[in-house]
């Protein structure tokens, strides 16, 4: 009888502790905006906005200068944030093979499968654009509940009141909001209304809430002329606003549609309205974010909750004449992300060393700080290190972007990026003296270490990612 009753007591003990390590998990808060590069935050520096809600969560965390997406464009790069895994493993690279096939393997090891076994409440509210099992834009296939599809005004109301609400076990709350993505209509509506859209001419539709949005982005300020807007208001276009010497062809060239049209027709008034609506559009999905962060402060939750953010990818923001995303410039490929535990992380840290992954690494950095095993599949690391403060051995020293048609190695201080077709296949930057990426370093025998460095890494690191580097970004080594 004694040796029950030794036995029941050991039992009450492990569950008295497993249920203190349940309500030690923190609980877990991921917002991400749409299309918002890095350097669109006032706390970055940015002098043409202001963004409170997310300079707040800098204030309290660590914000990683060095974060890139898996691939600069919606699908791709929000498959690889939800699942830890890189687009080409599914042969994704546009948003057009949204309907590819994933296997349930990398679904098993989701984000919200994670964290579903673990015992969190997983929920989703806002955009979703992955790829599902058997349907398109299935979040529920990454282990997810939908809260809400809106992914405006509705959503910061809906996270707001989930915040709110009692429970019994942590969460894992994605919010994902549309803005700054607006600003994509800007140019295909100016293409669209140019006269010189072809008949045939796949013209992607005009959303009417996104246009009421960027029309309100493009208003002047009140009291304000035009001629005084544009003398000291109105961001002036960047300085890299020039075509580089020596871009990639698949960059360049004759580009068709809304893309070429702008490239070609726009004047700097143009492009400098372009950025204004970006910044307002950035700020509208800020002020949105401050409503969630609002209500996780007011709920008590603040002192046991994990806030990562970031974007799933950038916009050109007018950089070579270019808008929209999808080209491995930084603009299009660096993005924010900030990392926020009050109390936890070291408040006010701007990590400007560390290479981050924000598609690899996001899942591996969410099971460090909550006690939760990382899934051996997932090839990402933890900044949870990082975020606190602390060295970390080992880091990477390179890490690749994905996109259509092309490839980016990124190191200390070197880009690499390889095209897979055209006269100009390859392009090396030296970001420490050309941040603008205005000149091509690829063909000057100076930097043929360089050159051959990148190709290497490149190699290495598919062959460690245990991926397939498809032959056409493969360049001879002795070339």
């Not at 393997?105 to 989701?110: R, S, V």
């Not at 800007?186 to 996104?210: E, F, H, Q, Y």
């Not at 598609?359 to 099971?367: A, E, K, V, Y």
């Amino acid at each position: 009888m004694k040796s029950l009753h030794v036995v029941f007591l050991g039992l009450l003990v492990l569950f008295a502790n497993l249920a203190l390590a349940a309500e030690s998990r923190p609980n877990i808060l991921l917002i991400i905006t749409d299309q918002q590069h890095a350097g669109m935050l006032s706390c970055a520096g940015n002098p043409h906005l202001k963004t409170p809600a997310l300079d707040s969560l800098a204030r309290t965390g660590a914000r990683f200068e060095r974060a890139y997406c898996g691939n600069p464009v919606c699908v791709p790069s929000r498959f690889c944030m939800m699942s830890g895994t890189m687009p080409s493993r599914i042969g994704m690279e546009t948003n057009g093979e949204i309907g590819n096939e994933v296997p349930q393997g990398i679904l098993n090891d989701a984000m919200g499968a994670v964290f579903r076994r673990a015992g969190y409440q997983t929920v989703y509210g806002g955009k979703t654009h992955v790829p599902g099992l058997r349907k398109r834009d299935a979040i529920e296939s990454y282990g997810f509940d939908s809260i809400t599809t809106d992914s405006r005004d509705e959503l910061a109301e809906t996270c707001a009141k989930f915040l709110r609400e009692k429970r019994e076990r942590p969460f894992l709350l994605v919010a994902s909001f549309i803005n700054p993505h607006d600003i994509c209509y800007m140019a295909i509506r100016a293409w669209k209304n140019s006269g010189t859209v072809p008949k045939k001419a796949k013209v992607t539709p005009l959303s009417p809430p996104a246009i009421q949005c960027l029309d309100a982005a493009l208003q002047l300020p009140a009291g304000v002329s035009e001629e005084e807007f544009f003398r000291s208001v109105c961001p002036p276009v960047p300085a890299n606003y020039g075509i580089p010497d020596g871009e990639l062809s698949v960059f360049g060239g004759k580009l068709g549609g809304f893309r070429g049209y702008v490239r070609e027709k726009w004047t700097e008034r143009d492009w400098r309205m372009h950025r204004w609506a970006y910044a307002r559009l950035t700020e509208r999905a800020d002020a949105e974010i401050g409503k969630v962060l609002a209500a996780l402060r007011e709920s008590g939750l603040e002192k046991n909750t994990l806030v990562m953010f970031t974007s799933d990818h950038g916009d050109m923001d007018s950089a070579h004449r270019f808008e929209h995303k999808s080209l491995l410039y930084e603009e299009a490929v660096h993005v924010p992300m900030i990392v926020s535990w009050k109390g936890v992380t070291q408040a006010g840290l701007v990590n400007r060393e560390h290479l981050v992954s924000t598609g690899l690494d996001l899942i591996p950095t969410m099971c460090d700080f909550a006690g939760v095993p990382k899934p051996a599949s997932l090839k990402g690391r933890s900044v949870k290190a990082l975020a606190e403060g602390k060295p970390t051995e080992n880091w990477r020293s390179h890490l690749v972007v994905e996109n259509q048609q092309a490839r980016l190695v990124l190191s200390e201080r070197w880009k690499y990026m390889v095209g897979a077709s055209g006269e100009i296949r390859e392009m090396i930057t030296d970001l420490a003296r050309d941040t603008g990426e205005m000149k091509n370093l690829a063909s000057d025998p100076a930097h043929r270490e360089q050159l051959q460095t990148g190709r290497r890494f490149l190699k290495e690191w598919y062959a460690s990612h245990d991926l397939k580097l498809d032959p056409k970004y493969v360049v001879d080594q002795e070339k």
